[in-house]
Structure formats: C-alpha cells, structure tokens
C-alpha cells in the first residue's frame, strides 16, 4: 500500500487531458477541478503555440526575453489566459523571475492559477494534446496524460455539428481514428503509472466508480465533489457555448448513442465502416452495415495519407528547431504548489 508520504510526492505531477474533441473532455476536466487538490482551468491554448514560437523569444537567460515570452502568454491575441482569471502583471513577474526556461514560465502560469485555488497541483486540458505528448513530456518530464474515449459514431455526429469545426465528415472520422490509435501507442510507451485511458461512456454511467480509479492513476484520495462537477460548471461555462452546456447537468448517459438520430443512412455506414476495427477495440459493438461506396473510401483514405504526409513532415521541422533551441525547455518548477507566495526554483 502505498504512504503518505510516497503518495504526497507522486501526486504533483501535472495532468494533461486529451481525446478526440467531443469526447466528453470538458466535463472531465470539471471533474478534475472540483477535485480539493487539483486545479483545472477551462483551454488556455497558449503551450502549444508557445512552444512552436519558441524561437522568437531568444536566449531564456536574458529578463528582457522572458519577459517578451511572459507579455505575450498573458496578453497576446492568440492566448486565452484570461479565463484564468489571473493578474498579468503578477503572473509576468512570475515568469521573470523563475527559472529561464520555456517549460518553467508554462507552469509558472498554472501554478499561480492552481495557487490562487489554494490547491497544490494543476492540469490542463485541449483535446488536440493527442497529437502533441512528445512536446509536454519535453516540458513535464514527470506529466501524467488521462485519455478519454468516446464511441467514434457519437463523437463524430457531434463534431459534425459544432459552428467551430470546419471539416467534413471524412476528416471527423479521421481525427477518431487519430486519437484512439495514438492513444493505444500512447499506453504501450507510456506504461500504466503515466497513461490512463477510460470511456466517457464508463464515466457517465458510473461516475463515482470510474473517478475512483482514475483518482487511484493520478495517486490521490477520490472526492464526492467530483461527481457534483456541474455546480462549477455553472459559474464557469458560458451559457453562449451551448456544446458544453451538458456540464451543467449532473453525469447522464442521455447521448450515449444519438448518432442514430444525428446522422444519415450513408454518413454512419462510412462512419462505422472505416473506424470498425478500432470499435470493437474499444467495446463498441457494430451494426453490421453495408460496405460504403468505393468513391467514399478513396476520399477517406486520400485524406489519411495526407494528414499522415503532414505529421512527418511537421515532425521533421521540430526536430529541426529542436536542434537550434537556444535553452533546454523542460520545467525546472515542481513538486507541490507552494501555497503562499512566488513559486520557487
């Protein structure tokens, strides 16, 4: 059984969220925020886009560049820190003065947003995390990532329906497709002390019991609290996004299946055809549906070979400025939040 004091320290490390968008992302990270010592913001969007601009902030070692880097998270137009609610002003001293690099000045960030929570540990959430893990565990080295997994059908009618969402039914299909199988080579690299994977299904059916392992994953004590996520989510998630209005219900297994009724005859026999494997992989049974027309699969499997032709290629260039990074970007900020006062070093 494990201490205490093991658990004290195990149970720092950063938690990132990810899947397939629609998946049910937004609620887990509610649970997760209502948890006493975890601190979960809303999408920040800025550690992506700060690490693929790293470059244009310079040598690290210099105040004035961290200073830039720090202007830039807390008021740039492509960041979203003000959902953190935090002062710009206190968070740039932050990053000025902690340690210079750039992992250091993204979880100077979170920490002052978990500080101002009273809470000891963050996380972060974007679904779109699937795709980028090798640059968090750059930063956070110690990170644990929690996967969570949706039937393919139902995500993919619900994305189809977002007003954000500017792709076509093939490209849904494949972000899917993307996320489960990234996930599967996720958690044999991984292992089971860093990766976690559950269905969004388990978790709205059962909540208490599927929180109690995914507390036991991340090494702390489970908290009813979490059940009770849409009380948070209330203040917090804006009436105008009416796709996450369901956080302000408690958990329900309400849409558990409505693809269909969301999508045609055609759509949900491509939709199940080219993601059957992964499916019944995941528990999912199928419909026995007829085989789609061979003009649709071209254009499936067109696109496939083009998003795969992009990643190695958008791999090649990282590796590329990964070469001519000016600073180390991993995080020198951890263990627990200090909770009073700056973040130490």
């Keep these: 059984m494990t201490s205490p004091a093991a658990m004290a320290t195990e149970s720092c490390r950063p938690i990132f969220v990810l899947g397939c968008p629609r998946s049910g992302t937004t609620l887990l990270q509610q649970m997760l925020h209502s948890h006493p010592r975890i601190a979960f913001p809303s999408e920040t969007r800025f550690v992506h886009v700060s690490y693929e601009n790293r470059h244009d902030f310079g040598d690290l070692e210099r105040a004035e560049n961290r200073r830039a880097l720090a202007e830039w998270i807390t008021r740039g137009k492509d960041t979203k820190f003000k959902v953190l609610e935090l002062d710009a002003a206190d968070v740039i001293e932050e990053i000025v003065h902690g340690p210079p690099t750039l ?8 920490r002052t947003y978990a500080r101002s929570h009273g809470k000891p540990r963050w996380g972060d959430k974007r679904p779109s995390y699937f795709r980028r893990v090798p640059m968090l565990q750059r930063m956070f080295p110690d990170a644990q990532f929690v996967h969570l997994v949706r039937d393919g059908r139902d995500a993919v009618s619900s994305l189809m329906r977002m007003p954000w969402f500017k792709g076509d039914l093939h490209a849904a299909a494949l972000t899917w497709r993307e996320a489960v199988d990234t996930g599967r080579r996720l958690g044999a690299r991984l292992g089971p002390g860093t990766f976690y994977e559950f269905r969004y299904e388990d978790l709205v059916a059962e909540p208490e019991d599927e929180l109690v392992k995914l507390c036991a994953f991340l090494g702390e004590e489970y908290d009813a609290e979490m059940t009770k996520a849409y009380k948070h989510a209330r203040r917090t998630v804006p ?3 009416e796709w996450h209005l369901r956080t302000h219900e408690a958990p329900n297994s309400r849409n558990v299946g ?3 009724d969301r999508m045609e005859d055609g759509e949900a026999d491509l939709v ?3 993601l059957a494997s992964r499916l019944l992989h995941h528990g999912y049974g199928l419909t026995d549906v007829p085989r789609p027309a061979a003009a649709q699969l071209a254009r499936f499997h067109r696109l496939a070979a083009h998003r795969w032709r992009s990643r190695h290629a958008h791999a090649a260039l990282d590796r590329l400025a990964r070469s001519r990074e000016p600073n180390p970007v991993v995080s ?4 627990p939040v200090p909770l009073t006062g700056r973040s130490e070093d």
Excluded at 103 to 110: D, I, L
Excluded at 332 to 335: A, E, I, M
Aim: glycine share 10%.
């Design 272 to 274: 199940e055809h080219v």
């Design 332 to 335: 020198r900020l951890t263990g």
């Design 258 to 260: 409505a693809w269909r």
């Design 239 to 241: 009436s105008e996004r």
């Design 103 to 110: 992992g250091s000045a993204v979880a100077a960030v979170f």
